[in-house]
């Protein structure tokens, strides 16, 4: 069975602390992994997609790499405006792949602290 | 471009009675698809539609129905509501599914629906 399991559940830091979130995943095949960001009250947000092994996505302080079993969201130097859930996704081949349809975990509520 | 929007924002229904989440999108995109979001348990997937004309079920579609009779719009139908059914609903659209172009899910705001 396709799934994904995030941690930690939550993870709260001080203004500048890097630190990153896990997101570990079993596919029968990936076809992508997705990051999202969802702030309180509000719909997801797209961050990355990332495709295969080895590969890293960066945008400001938030960087996306991809192994054969997980993926990290790497925040460095982070700031308050930082602070949300973000959600992982994963795409599998198969009968869901060109459908779109995405398995998500159950995310990680990062709070950053000034 | 207004993007995903959905209606309405808040919805308290009593057990038994039925209603329907408008959910509309002005990307042009094909795909389409209804999540619900409960606390600490991430998004499930409902249905989803591939095109107009075409709907599946996705992992949790008891209880809901949905149409697509239009590229823009994606109705979310709940008959007989249940308390089960309170949560957090949420619609996404993407230009395509299965290529590395355009796969990305753009997600609405959400409603908030209590069922009592």
């Known amino acids: 069975e396709d799934q994904v399991t995030q941690s930690p559940e939550a993870l709260r830091l001080q203004e500048g602390e890097s630190s990153s979130l896990n997101c570990s995943y079993t596919v029968s095949g990936l076809r992508g992994l997705f990051w999202y960001r969802q702030d309180p009250g509000k719909g997801p947000e797209f961050l990355f997609t990332l495709y295969s092994a080895g590969e890293e996505k960066e945008k400001e302080r938030l960087k996306a790499t991809l192994t054969k079993k997980e993926s990290f969201l790497h925040i460095t130097a982070p700031k308050p405006e930082d602070s949300a859930t973000y959600l992982c996704?994963?795409?599998?081949?198969?009968?869901?792949?060109?459908?779109?349809?995405?398995?998500f975990g159950q995310g990680t509520t990062l709070q950053v602290k000034p | 471009n207004a993007g995903v929007t959905q209606t309405p924002k808040f919805r308290i229904l009593k057990i038994g009675q039925s209603m329907t989440l408008q959910c509309t999108q002005d990307?042009?995109?094909?795909?389409m698809y209804w999540y619900r979001q409960d606390p600490g348990m991430g998004l499930k997937l409902i249905y989803y539609?591939?095109?107009?004309?075409?709907?599946d079920k996705g992992e949790v579609p008891n209880g809901y129905n949905v149409s697509r009779s239009t590229t823009e719009d994606f109705p979310l139908r709940l008959e007989l509501a249940a308390p089960s059914q309170t949560s957090v609903y949420f619609c996404?659209?993407?230009?395509?599914?299965?290529?590395?172009?355009?796969?990305?899910?753009?997600f609405g705001p959400g409603t908030r629906l209590t069922v009592l």
């Open positions: 996704a994963v795409q599998a081949r198969g009968g869901s792949g060109n459908t779109g349809k995405l398995i």
């Open positions: 539609s591939v095109g107009a004309g075409i709907t």
């Open positions: 996404a659209s993407s230009y395509s599914a299965g290529v590395r172009v355009g796969n990305e899910q753009f």
């Open positions: 990307m042009n995109h094909n795909y």
